[in-house]
């Protein structure tokens, strides 16, 4: 610093009042407010002297009023963008809980956009003009379509879980097969949800085997409930209707104890004959079945909680039922998708999730090659191969239960799959694909219609 010349660049940077009175500088203030703008102004000021001093002696040459005032307009813009930002899945994996799980239907989207933009019913009674409840949105049309007694929402399936427990079991003990002690979605463990909910875990059978009679010995004077935990995927190979629910069942009602059971990602339509629908486990007799609103009926985060009333209004009333609670936003979302499910075939056309996951091959094998078509045109650098590809259900049980899909699979001369996978990711509107064997693949049933414009020129601009 005791260079002078260093000193004498730093006393050239341009001062505060000049940057703010220049016409862009008024511009900036206009758009994004002073405060704002001076904070930016300072903060760019604060790198530029940093650069300065780091910079050899002969490179010294200050910074003009416009150099600043470019930075200033960028780093603005930097700071207003939002860090959610939407992004193009082309992982195939189609309730992917890093991207936000389900997209919803149309009305869904429609409902949110009219609860965030004025006042709603949310608890008041139009009919008699005094308070209501925010449940009752969604408690009827939950009880049409499954049958079941009585309904409640909360945040999420975790928080029904450990609603569920904390009001039927705390203090006391509830039995668990060893083999459905799992871990679900990356954070959901089943023993943590149980401690927290303040229910001893009492874990009955091996991790491949528990039977009848395990339960059965576990019973005590102490056990206030049975939990079984759906650990299988959605759809692919969902629990049987086997006997085992309802042996369980009436196991548990022998005892005059309530069989919970977190059915998780479970299914609420009824696709193959193996997978029990939600309709058909309330109509076993189970006494709270749990489930989540995304993963289960492609709309947003919710934990659905349905059964026996008298289990039900003791949650409603459980002070913890208030902390998880749900708010406007997911009523609206969720009342307006299962509105859909009123008419299942409408339901297939209507929720993305469903759209999506029934979309032949033969059309995304279609769309592959007309975006390959569309690229490969007069382009020497960049090769894009239509291929057949794996799509997943996501959602988080068990990996690797794939179903038949088609994809792209890019090459770029110069450009590592690694480099590939940047480019895609730093895009205005990232793409997501994935890496396999030493290959950059985006796989097509998870894209949504009008996103393949956004892909070929992604991909236009990779090979330069
Ligand atoms: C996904 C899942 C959960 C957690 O549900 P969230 O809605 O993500 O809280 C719990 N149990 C099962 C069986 C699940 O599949």
Do not use: W
């Not at 500088?25 to 407010?33: A, I, P, S, V, W």
């Amino acid at each position: 610093m005791s260079d002078k010349k260093s000193n004498e660049s730093l006393r050239r940077l341009p001062a505060m009042h000049k940057i703010l009175n220049a016409e862009k500088g008024r511009e900036l203030t206009e758009q994004y407010g002073r405060q704002l703008v001076v904070t930016a102004v300072d903060e760019v000021l604060d790198e530029v002297r940093k650069s300065l001093l780091s910079l050899e002696k002969k490179e010294k040459t200050g910074a003009s009023l416009d150099m600043v005032l470019d930075r200033v307009e960028n780093h603005l813009a930097g700071l207003a963008q939002t860090s959610l930002r939407r992004v193009i899945n082309a992982t195939g994996v189609l309730l992917h809980t890093n991207m936000g799980r389900a997209v919803l239907s149309k009305k869904a989207q429609e409902a949110l956009l009219v609860a965030a933009s004025g006042y709603t019913n949310l608890e008041y009674d139009l009919e008699r003009g005094e308070r209501g409840s925010r449940y009752e949105h969604v408690e009827k049309l939950l009880l049409r379509l499954t049958k079941a007694e009585s309904a409640l929402v909360v945040n999420n399936n975790a928080g029904a879980v450990l609603l569920a427990i904390n009001t039927l079991a705390k203090g006391k003990e509830a039995i668990v097969s060893r083999g459905e002690l799992v871990e679900i979605g990356g954070s959901f463990r089943v023993p943590e949800v149980m401690k927290l909910g303040g229910a001893k875990l009492v874990e009955v059978g091996t991790t491949n085997r528990t039977h009848l009679a395990d339960y059965k010995q576990a019973i005590s004077d102490d056990t206030a409930a049975i939990l079984k935990v759906h650990t299988s995927n959605f759809r692919i190979v969902g629990f049987s209707k086997s006997v085992e629910r309802k042996e369980l069942l009436e196991l548990a009602h022998s005892k005059e104890l309530p069989l919970i059971e977190d059915l998780g990602s479970g299914s609420f339509l009824d696709f193959s004959q193996e997978e029990a629908t939600v309709f058909e486990v309330i109509a076993t007799g189970v006494d709270v079945v749990t489930f989540s609103g995304d993963k289960l009926l492609g709309g947003p985060q919710a934990g659905i909680l349905l059964g026996k009333k008298e289990y039900i209004e003791a949650m409603k009333k459980n002070q913890l039922a208030r902390a998880l609670r749900v708010d406007k936003f997911t009523l609206a979302a969720l009342e307006a998708t299962l509105l859909e499910y009123l008419s299942p075939e409408k339901a297939m056309e209507n929720v993305p999730l469903y759209r999506m996951l029934n979309a032949p091959v033969e059309m995304l094998r279609e769309k592959a090659e007309a975006i390959a078509t569309e690229v490969n045109r007069g382009r020497e650098r960049i090769k894009v191969i239509p291929i057949p590809t794996k799509a997943q259900m996501g959602g988080g049980s068990i990996p690797g239960q794939e179903f038949p899909s088609y994809g792209l699979d890019i090459s770029c001369e110069g450009k590592s799959p690694m480099e590939l996978e940047g480019h895609f990711r730093s895009l205005p509107i990232p793409i997501i694909g994935y890496i396999e064997r030493e290959r950059y693949i985006m796989d097509l049933r998870t894209v949504l219609p009008g996103e393949e414009e956004v892909i070929i020129n992604g991909i236009r601009l990779a090979g330069g």
